[in-house]
């Protein structure tokens, strides 16, 4: 037990924290392989990591069969009162920066869109927040006022630049034609640009609309259809016979 600057030893080695981030995010028990694959890390340094965490009442192990399984002890208190908070709230970090966005551009943009490195999940702290916005009918000038409201908002509340890009949609349009999509999600390797996401927003069901964020929520509905579509080829339902 250590009860004096806990953290020091939890968050000690970067390959602890990215352990506690697979757990945290399935909450399920794993052999070592399994996390060290979701975390990225090697078998070798997965097991080290995992043993100096057990050591600190973090995670427990036991044995089913030939398998070793590791879990969070939940109960712990520092999993329960210091960690959980922390990576809950990490994967709820993107999402928080999505809704300021929202709020900030409500009624003078059109849509929306982050894309590059923060969309792709790669961004690092050197990243900017590449940034797409299609004025609305009335938008104007007040957009231009309110990205620059919003890049105020993103350095001082998130420690980054904003590198907006404010196209009108025909201009969109007319990229995406030259083969110059922005891309608003990636799913294997299919690719959903603006206008895929309008086009199919326009044509697509009405209680979509009458939702929160309807553009988002039609998106979420883009990315789900495209994963269903990925599981049944990896499974071979694409070939089967019906």
Excluded: C, W
């Amino acid at each position: 037990m250590q009860l004096t600057r806990p953290l020091d030893s939890v968050f000690d080695q970067a390959t602890k924290v990215k352990l506690l981030r697979v757990m945290f995010s399935t909450r399920a028990e794993m052999p070592v392989r399994k996390i060290a694959l979701a975390a990225r890390v090697s078998h070798v340094q997965a097991g080290s990591a995992l043993a100096s965490l057990q050591n600190l009442g973090v995670v427990a192990s036991h044995r089913a069969g030939r398998a070793l399984l590791y879990s969070l002890v939940l109960e712990n208190v520092v999993v329960a009162r210091m960690l959980a908070p922390l990576f809950e709230y990490e994967q709820r970090l993107r999402q928080d920066l999505f809704k300021d966005i929202a709020h900030e551009l409500r009624g003078a943009a059109k849509a929306v869109f982050v894309y590059g490195s923060v969309a792709a999940g790669t961004d690092g702290p050197a990243s900017d927040l590449d940034l797409l916005a299609i004025p609305s009918a009335r938008g104007g000038r007040e957009i231009e006022d309110k990205l620059q409201r919003l890049a105020s908002k993103i350095r001082e509340g998130y420690g980054g630049e904003l590198a907006p890009l404010v196209l009108p949609l025909s201009e969109v349009r007319k990229r995406y034609k030259a083969n110059d999509p922005l891309i608003v999600a990636t799913v294997g390797s299919y690719r959903i640009s603006p206008d895929d996401l309008l086009t199919s927003f326009e044509f697509g069901p009405a209680f979509v609309k009458r939702l929160h964020d309807p553009l988002r929520e039609h998106l979420n509905y883009m990315i789900y259809e495209r994963l269903l579509a990925l599981e049944a080829e990896l499974n071979g339902l694409n070939n089967a016979e019906f």
